[in-house]
């Protein structure tokens, strides 16, 4: 009996360890962020513009920066595009079993500029979340995800 005790314990204790160690890598890897070649204003203008070269709407710009300033908290600058292309958003809209997948739309691209100046470029790691999913929202994830990419490695520092 003892020693079915300590095999349970000794399982338990296995599995936590690795949904632990899982979820310390997952955190780390959801989010890719690289460095602009450009300074803060320059890398949103030339998004902006890449974007509408690629038949991309970018549906919102949320200036994080401003809005802390309305409460009186001082941050970095900080400005989230909400990006969509309405050809990949129909395969998710258009069905109603891949609606709930709209929570994660539109695409999202934030750039920001750190205390020591430097402009960073973050989105969601599509590839990573996509593989957690199945069909016609893995496959637009995909490909949204792979557009993004191909226009962002335009603006990141290599």
């Known amino acids: 009996m003892k020693k079915a005790g300590l095999l349970i314990t000794g399982f338990a204790a296995g599995i936590m360890f690795v949904v632990l160690t899982g979820a310390a890598i997952m955190s780390e890897k959801i989010f890719v962020v690289d460095e602009s070649k450009y300074e803060f204003i320059e890398t949103i203008d030339r998004i902006e513009a890449l974007a509408k070269e690629s038949g991309w709407n970018i549906s919102h710009m949320y200036n994080l920066q401003a809005t802390m300033a309305k409460h009186n908290l001082e941050v970095e600058p900080v400005v989230v ?75 990141i520092k290599k």
């Open 81 to 155: 595009m909400s990006l969509c292309k309405p050809q990949i958003a129909y395969n998710i809209l258009g069905a109603d079993s891949e609606r709930p997948a709209s929570v994660m739309m539109p695409c999202r691209v934030s750039v920001y500029q750190t205390k020591d100046g430097n402009v960073q470029i973050s989105r969601m790691n599509t590839g990573l979340m996509s593989g957690m999913l199945a069909g016609i929202t893995r496959s637009s994830m995909d490909q949204a995800g792979n557009e993004i990419e191909t226009l962002l490695n335009q603006v």
